[in-house]
């Protein structure tokens, strides 16, 4: 099955500062690669998503880039702030059919210090 | 639209005894998985229902079931609760327009003693 590795786990930035999250997922197959962002005690929320045929998406200050060839995706956070500061979840999802499944990463604990 | 929601939000049961969590997701969607949250292990899939029917399944011990109904609300159980079932358990609705964006839940915090 498919399996998603995400790192670092922890990451501490200065505010103003660019924080980079990355992930590989093993299954070719893979076709979206949907980002979550987790505060303390709350739902996991989607920030931002990229299909396999784009290579790089853009959100205000979130852009995630994707590689196929090298299976690896990246979610760039710039100019960050406090409230930046949260669990961030990558997934990987094969579409079967009408069929899908979210495999995620391990997380990253993302802390924007003033 | 109203959110997906979870019902109870909180729950301690004891070893041995079962459990069920329910998830009514978004208006309209149909599809609806089930992940266990660890701080060990993460965001786990358990299992994810479309039209009653269930289309995928994680690796989880027979103990873990779950159920759709006509409207589209879920509900998991849990059986024989062991002490490493304690979790929060998250569901997330999916539209069936081809994408395949998940909704969450609040979560229903398990805790076994």
């Known amino acids: 099955g498919e399996n998603v590795e995400q790192h670092p786990s922890t990451l501490s930035v200065q505010e103003g500062d660019s924080a980079v999250i990355k992930c590989t997922y093993s299954d070719s197959a893979s076709n979206y690669f949907p980002w979550y962002k987790q505060e303390l005690g709350k739902r996991p929320q989607l920030i931002i998503d990229?299909?396999?045929?784009?290579g790089e998406k853009k959100d205000q200050r979130i852009a995630v880039t994707l590689n196929k060839t090298a299976k690896h995706f990246s979610l760039h956070i710039t100019e960050t702030q406090p409230e930046d500061s949260a669990v961030y979840f990558c997934?990987?999802?094969?579409?079967?059919?009408?069929?899908?499944?979210?495999?995620f990463g391990t997380g990253t604990r993302l802390q924007v210090t003033l | 639209k109203a959110g997906v929601t979870q019902t109870p939000r909180y729950l301690i049961k004891t070893r041995g005894q079962q459990v069920t969590l329910s998830c009514s997701p978004i208006?309209?969607?149909?599809?609806v998985s089930w992940y266990q949250q660890t701080p060990g292990q993460g965001l786990q899939f358990l299992f994810e229902?479309?039209?009653?029917?269930?289309?995928n399944k994680g690796n989880f011990p027979g103990r873990f079931s779950g159920r759709q109904f006509s409207n589209s609300r879920s509900e998991m159980n849990v059986s024989t609760l062991e002490l490493g079932d304690s979790a929060l358990y998250l569901c997330?609705?999916?539209?069936?327009?081809?994408?395949?964006?998940?909704?969450f839940g609040p979560g229903t915090r398990l805790l076994v003693l």
């Open positions: 208006s309209g969607h149909r599809s």
């Open positions: 229902y479309f039209s009653e029917t269930q289309r």
């Open positions: 997934a990987a999802s094969i579409k079967t059919g009408t069929a899908s499944k979210l495999t």
């Open positions: 990229i299909r396999s045929n784009v």
């Open positions: 997330a609705s999916t539209g069936t327009s081809g994408r395949e964006t998940q909704y």
